[in-house]
């Protein structure tokens, strides 16, 4: 089985910075994409951010050029460094990854329990 566990979220004042974390253990052999993903309430989980295992990253467009991916790879860790928060971006943040496992050597996506993020005053 394969386990992804996030940190790093909480509250913050808009303008703001914060930076999760999320770490991949378990049966993984590799692991191609890792992402991040939120989801407000009433509203339906929607992607924030993804990033390859060569490095290539793709973001939303209301999180362009204020939140940046990355990740490493020799720790199976996904970071979202965000900057410049908005109340907008209040969600609960979940982080995706898609793994082949040694068990079956095929893909399966996985997902975290989420962190909560809140931007107020």
């Known amino acids: 089985q394969v386990q992804l566990v996030e940190s790093g979220g909480g509250l913050v004042q808009p303008g703001g910075s914060l930076r999760l974390s999320c770490a991949a253990s378990?049966?993984?052999?590799?692991?191609?994409?890792m992402g991040w993903y939120r989801q407000a309430p009433g509203k339906q989980r929607e992607l924030v951010a993804t990033?390859?295992?060569?490095?290539?990253?793709m973001y939303a467009d209301s999180v362009k050029g204020r939140f940046t991916i990355s990740r490493d790879n020799t720790k199976n860790t996904v970071y979202l460094q965000m900057n410049n928060l908005k109340s907008e971006d209040t969600a609960l943040y979940y982080c995706?990854?898609?793994?082949?496992?040694?068990?079956?050597?095929?893909?399966?996506?996985?997902w975290g329990q989420g962190t909560q993020v809140t931007v107020s005053s």
């Open positions: 995706n990854a898609r793994v082949r496992t040694m068990a079956t050597m095929r893909f399966s996506d996985y």
């Open positions: 990033i390859i295992s060569a490095g290539s990253t």
């Open positions: 378990g049966s993984i052999f590799s692991i191609s994409a």
